[in-house]
Every structure is written in structure tokens, then in C-alpha cells.
């Protein structure tokens, strides 16, 4: 066994020291958004460009997270997550500092594989830190609330920060936190750690990067390209044939990445598939409830921030009442509940979307889904974390984390293609009836989803459809609407249905045992 100790003298500074790495990488992933339109205009950026301004960060981190769990196992969970947010920082002085686009992209880039390093650690070592089982539960409440407020907090605050002093303090604005984080981590968090003989599994670090990796990009850039472009299905492929190659040599391997015999364990597995199921749903509120209240209803960056607000609160309330439930009780009940009530959520909200809206009453349909939220992944994370023997907490933090962003990246692809799916057909079939040209048609359905007139499009043949146009505008809000209606529904059922599996997974489990 390594030479973990059994916890450290300041484990409530090493836990906030942990806290503030994990906001720090998980704000990343959404906090940039926000600030696209003054980067392009900044630095003369084209779509495609501001496209890996945002992916070369999220495709990085999600590819190595394994390799940086597994690698924390063997090298030392603290100096694996030190050098990460060295790495992150210097990251952040090279985004901060980018003269052109293609820096920034290096940028971000390198702040990705930072968070890789360090982001899986934030996990690992709690279960050194806080030995016990029930501390350790009511740790990871506070590190998913952390998360959740994280995801949550980055337009708001990302926002604010360039609305300010522009784009560039977004990543001076990281360089700080990293900063403190570091230097917390640096003082108390205690070295464990679980040196092996056998050699370091770097073809299975590569291929799982290049599987990861090569899918959550083709599942990004398929929104726009088109999920049927040569490209995309290429991707995909690659992502295909790495994954199999993947599995192929972790089964063979002496110390594999990823031990796939702990996806026999009922807890792990089924935590695995919630893992994915939430972060596939959650994304669908946070992603196209948005996209859909800002360009089809008009609301400003404010008002959507005060709306959604409600919901970032709940899903720290949820997961620090989950903390404290699974300490109690164990993980298995809260996980079905947290997932039960996350999905009533996400149907309440979709009902609340299908009339006339009103903001307190969406917001509240919001904040239930939020809590539902906050209940299932303090738990999820709790049966990896405790089914997972201790010299493998690298992994099982990595694995965990790894199908939370597959699951972010699937849910705003099968989603987006559902929501522009309906736009397009319903948008096609009502310009048909008004008379439009299909020659004019692929503008008008693109100023429909930008919610303006695209730049360098001409107006001339338009003009004498001007009558019209309320009438396309009014059809792209419902054809918009009936697809994040389709999409809500998809997102609430695929929930439920990771909620059924946990509970006969379990059922069956406890049936052999008798």
C-alpha cells in the first residue's frame, strides 16, 4: 500500500484548498463563452477559430483526465495536482497575454491539461484526507456543490468580468484563483500515493486521450458542421476504433488506466451511467433553455442570470443535504432520489416553457430540477469513490469525471441536433406555406437561430417578403420551442431511465447475494 496518511492536521483548509481548484476548472468550462463576441472582435477571429478558443480547453481536459488520475496514483496525488495548476497558471498567462487567436487557442490548450492534471486530485485526495466514510460523504457534498455553483456561476461572472475590464480578465481573473489554490494546496493537502512496479500504460494513456478526446470534439463541432459532415463522422470513427483499441489494451495490461473489473461492482456502475444520464440532462436547462430564452425571447444576459440563479443555489443546497444523507445512509437512495426529482424538474420546467412565461415560475421549476441535481451527484461520486479501493482514487476520480463531461458533451450534441432538427423542418414547412423562395430559405432559418440578420447577407430579395417576416419570426420561436420541448422530454427520460437501471441493478445484485 502507498503511504497515504490517514488524513492531515488541516483538513478543513485542505478541503477548501480543493474547493478552490475544482471552482477554478470547472468555471473554466463555461466562463469563456460569454466573452466570444469581444475576443472575435479583438483579434479578427472567424467562427471556427472562437470555436477551439472554447474546445481546446474542454477537449484536452476530458481526453487526459484519466491519465493524470491514474498517473496522481502512482507519482503522488498532491504533486501531480500541483504541477496541473503550475501548468494551468502558465495557461492563463499565455490566454491573458494572447496577441492572436491561434495563441489563445495554445492557450487554452495548455490550461486544459492543467485542469487534467489537477482536477482529478480534487477527489482523490479527500479520500485520504477524510478516511472515514461518513466525513468523506459530507466532503464531497461540498466539493459538488462547489462544482455545480461553479458550472453555474461562469456566464454570470464571466459576464460581469469582461463587462468590466474585458476579455483578457477573465484569464487574469484565473491566474489568481490557481494562485491561491496553489498555495493552499502547497501547504494543506498531505502527500499519498501508491508506487507500482509494473510499467506506466501509456498506450492506453493515448488511446483513451484519442477516444475521449476525438469524440466530445466531433459531438462539439457537429453542431455547426452538421453531424452527417465527412469530418464530424470521421471523428467519430476515430473516436470509435481509439476506444476499442482502448478496452483491448486495458484488458491486457499489467497496470491498466482504467481497471475495468471495478465496472462489476453494482455501485460503480450504476454511479458511472448516472453520472452520465445527469450531465446529459443538466445540460439541456443550462445549454438550450438558455440559447432559447435569450434568442428567441429577447431576455438579456441579466435577466436570463437572475432566472437560472435560483437553480445554481439549489444545486449547492441539494448537494450538501446529499453530503450529509449519504454519511447516514448510504449512497444507493439518494442517487435514484436525486434523479427522480432532477428529471420532475426538467418536465416541470418544460411545462413552464409551453405558455406564457413567467419568470418566478420558471425559475422555481428550474430550482427543483437544480436540487435534483445536487442530490445525485454527491452520492455518485461517493460509490465510485468507496468502491473503488484506496490506491485507485486517482482513477476511479478520473473515470468518474471523465463520464460527467462525455455525458455534457453527448447531451448538448444529441440535444442540438434535436433542436435544430425541429427548427429547420418546422421553420422549412412554414416558409413553404408563406411563399418563401428555398433559395431564400437557408439565410432566414440561420437569422432565426442567430436572432439577427447574419453579417454579409444580402436584404435586397427579402424586402418584398417584409410583411412576412413577423410571421417567419413567430414560426421560428415555436419551431425553436418544440424542439427544446423534445429535447427537455428526452433529457427527463433519460434520467429516469439511469434511475430504474440503479434500482434493478441493485435488486439483482442483492438477489445473488441471497
Not at 506506466?200 to 455547426?224: E, K, M, N, P, R
Not at 448516472?274 to 439541456?284: D, L, Q
Not at 413577423?470 to 419551431?479: D, M, Q, T
Amino acid at each position: 500500500m502507498g503511504n497515504a496518511p490517514g488524513g492531515t492536521a488541516r483538513p478543513r483548509v485542505a478541503l477548501t484548498a480543493v474547493a478552490v481548484v475544482v471552482f477554478v476548472t470547472f468555471l473554466d468550462t463555461t466562463v469563456v463563452s460569454v466573452a466570444l463576441g469581444d475576443i472575435r472582435r479583438d483579434l479578427s477571429a472567424d467562427v471556427s477559430a472562437l470555436q477551439w478558443v472554447v474546445n481546446a480547453y474542454t477537449v484536452v481536459f476530458a481526453g487526459l483526465m484519466l491519465a493524470g488520475g491514474s498517473l496522481g496514483d502512482r507519482w503522488g496525488r498532491k504533486r501531480v495536482m500541483i504541477v496541473g495548476l503550475v501548468i494551468f497558471c502558465a495557461g492563463s498567462v499565455v490566454s491573458a497575454l494572447a496577441s492572436s487567436v491561434a495563441v489563445l487557442i495554445a492557450g487554452r490548450a495548455i490550461m486544459g491539461l492543467g485542469a487534467a492534471a489537477s482536477e482529478p486530485g480534487t477527489l482523490s485526495v479527500l479520500r485520504h484526507i477524510f478516511p472515514d466514510d461518513r466525513t468523506r460523504a459530507k466532503a464531497i457534498g461540498v466539493w459538488a456543490a462547489v462544482s455545480g455553483l461553479a458550472l453555474a456561476a461562469g456566464p454570470v461572472l464571466g459576464g460581469v468580468l469582461v463587462h468590466t475590464y474585458g476579455w483578457r480578465s477573465i484569464f487574469w481573473f484565473n491566474l489568481v484563483i490557481a494562485a491561491v489554490a496553489l498555495a493552499a494546496a502547497l501547504w494543506s493537502i498531505p502527500e499519498s500515493a501508491d508506487p507500482r512496479p509494473e510499467p506506466i500504460d501509456w498506450a492506453g494513456a493515448l488511446l483513451g486521450a484519442t477516444a475521449f478526446g476525438s469524440v466530445i470534439y466531433a459531438a462539439t463541432v457537429g453542431q455547426d458542421l452538421g453531424y452527417t459532415a465527412p469530418s464530424v463522422l470521421a471523428l467519430f470513427a476515430v473516436g470509435g476504433l481509439a476506444f476499442a483499441g482502448f478496452i483491448a489494451v486495458e484488458l491486457r495490461a499489467r497496470a491498466p488506466m482504467l481497471d475495468f473489473r471495478y465496472l462489476r461492482l453494482p455501485a460503480v456502475r450504476s454511479a458511472l451511467v448516472v453520472a452520465f444520464a445527469v450531465y446529459f440532462g443538466i445540460f439541456s436547462i443550462f445549454f438550450f433553455t438558455a440559447l432559447y430564452l435569450q434568442v428567441m425571447q429577447s431576455y438579456s444576459a441579466a435577466r436570463t442570470a437572475t432566472v437560472f440563479a435560483p437553480m445554481a443555489a439549489t444545486i449547492v443546497l441539494g448537494s450538501l443535504v446529499a453530503g450529509y444523507w449519504v454519511a447516514r445512509r448510504g449512497a444507493r437512495t439518494p442517487m435514484i432520489l436525486g434523479c427522480v426529482v432532477g428529471a420532475g424538474g426538467i418536465l416541470l420546467t418544460r411545462h413552464m416553457l409551453s405558455g406564457t412565461l413567467h419568470d418566478p415560475a420558471l425559475s422555481a421549476a428550474m430550482a427543483v430540477a437544480g436540487f435534483g441535481f445536487g442530490i445525485a451527484v454527491v452520492p455518485l461520486t461517493s460509490a465510485v469513490m468507496s468502491g473503488v479501493p484506496s490506491e485507485h482514487s486517482g482513477m476511479a476520480a478520473a473515470v468518474t469525471n471523465t463520464m460527467r463531461q462525455v455525458g455534457s458533451a453527448f447531451g448538448v450534441a444529441v440535444l442540438g441536433a434535436l433542436v435544430s432538427g425541429f427548427l429547420t423542418a418546422d421553420l422549412k414547412a412554414r416558409m413553404n406555406e408563406l411563399g418563401l423562395p428555398t433559395s431564400l430559405q437557408p439565410d432566414a432559418i440561420h437569422a432565426v437561430e442567430l436572432g439577427k440578420i447574419p453579417e454579409g447577407v444580402d436584404i435586397g430579395p427579402y424586402l418584398k417578403y417584409l410583411s412576412k417576416v413577423s410571421e417567419v419570426l413567430n414560426a421560428g420561436k415555436a419551431a425553436f420551442h418544440h424542439g427544446l420541448d423534445v429535447a427537455l422530454l428526452v433529457s427527463a427520460l433519460m434520467i429516469l431511465a439511469a434511475a430504474a437501471f440503479t434500482a434493478v441493478d441493485a435488486a439483482r445484485h442483492r438477489e445473488k447475494i441471497t
